[in-house]
């Protein structure tokens, strides 16, 4: 029994030995220098990346100031401008500014369907049937040849329940020619119909608008002698 202790006590002795030399041994760790160089290396590629950066925009800078050298605009020999003049007719009046004819002159080429079609622009504000309500604006039904802010229910401005009279032919002509200018300070925004032939078809459509329309004038009552547009 004496003999056989010391020979297990060496025996586990030996076992232990060779399962220590049978692990697998551990890596150092990385040392002081290993972390100094990678970050050397990481300070490397940094420093490429902002030269890569600077060297573009280097060359951007290189090219801009090549072609400002080469495209550089040639300077005048006399400073100045090309003033544009605009053509006259022979009679040395401006070609686009034409003698208005008289409405009665226009009236006599009208078409009530042509202004049907260039009343719908004024649709926005206005109603053209009889009994109507009123919009922005007042309803147009009778309009030709009665008293101005006269529609019952709708707010005149103080300008236009100043101006007084009546919607007559040649009143409604100016007016729809120049809205503000016919009677400055109306909240009427439109800008106006410039075309006279325009103008005459939107009038003959007004008229119509009426259990008894008045009779047009005619040309004949002109004063002046215009070809009708």
């Not at 090309?82 to 401006?94: H, K, L, M, R």
């Not at 604006?137 to 300008?159: C, D, H, I, M, T």
Request: with cysteine.
């Amino acid at each position: 029994m004496s003999v056989c202790c010391p020979l297990i006590r060496v025996a586990r002795a030996e076992a232990n030995r060779l399962f220590v030399r049978r692990r697998k041994p551990r890596l150092p760790a990385p040392s002081i220098t290993l972390r100094a160089s990678f970050e050397a290396m990481d300070s490397f590629e940094v420093n490429k990346i902002l030269g890569a950066i600077l060297g573009t925009c280097l060359g951007i800078l290189a090219i801009n100031i090549a072609a400002g050298a080469i495209f550089a605009p040639e300077k005048l020999a006399k400073p100045g401008y090309e003033a544009a003049v605009p053509e006259q007719a022979p009679s040395g009046t401006p070609a686009e500014q034409e003698k208005q004819q008289p409405i009665e002159q226009l009236l006599a080429n009208a078409d009530m369907k042509r202004g049907e079609n260039s009343a719908k622009k004024c649709q926005a504000c206005h109603t053209f049937n009889k009994g109507g309500r009123n919009l922005v604006g007042p309803n147009l039904w009778g309009v030709v040849g009665r008293p101005r802010a006269s529609e019952a229910g709708f707010n005149y401005s103080a300008a236009m329940k100043a101006k007084g009279g009546n919607w007559t032919i040649e009143e409604l002509n100016q007016f729809i020619t120049n809205p503000r200018g016919s009677i400055p300070g109306t909240n009427m925004t439109f800008a106006g119909i410039s075309r006279g032939s325009e103008r005459a078809d939107v009038i003959a459509y007004l008229n119509s608008l009426s259990d008894n329309p008045a009779p047009l004038p005619k040309a004949a009552e002109a004063a002046g002698g215009a070809k009708p547009q």
